[in-house]
């Protein structure tokens, strides 16, 4: 799938039915072309409509906090995941986070 920078603001608003793969999707062509608001906004929507993360979405997620440059966004994410218990089966998930608060020397 590719993603423009203009598709990434059309196609957000134009689902009525959202989908965690979906939202995914969307979140990593807002990551793609720096858009670290609008990945946000993806993602609090996609919570706000009951649309339950996986792991692929948060690793995605995590790859914002990067733009944005938000350790409380970063935080909050592993709140969630750990919350979700999505730590004991996914790899990359928590090599995600181990880079994300290396990133903040907040290890």
């Known amino acids: 799938m590719w993603c423009t920078r203009e598709s990434t603001r059309s196609l957000s608003p134009a689902f009525a039915s959202r ?21 946000l ?4 929507k996609m919570q706000d409509e ?10 995605c997620t995590l790859k914002f906090r990067d733009i944005t440059q938000s350790l ?4 909050s ?3 969630d995941i750990k919350r979700q218990g999505l730590l004991k089966t ?3 998930l928590g090599n995600s986070l181990v880079d994300m608060y290396f990133k903040y020397e907040n290890l």
Do not use: K
């Not at 979906?22 to 990945?39: K, P, R, S, Y």
């Not at 009951?50 to 690793?59: H, L, M």
């Not at 409380?72 to 935080?75: A, D, F, K, N, T």
């Open 41 to 44: 906004d993806c993602y609090l």
């Open 72 to 75: 409380e966004i970063g935080v």
């Open 77 to 79: 994410l592993h709140v």
């Open 50 to 59: 009951g649309v339950r993360p996986c792991a692929i979405t948060y690793v």
């Open 19 to 39: 989908c965690c793969v979906m939202e995914c999707a969307l979140i990593v062509g807002c990551v793609q072309h720096e858009l670290g608001d609008e990945a």
């Open 90 to 92: 996914d790899i990359a």
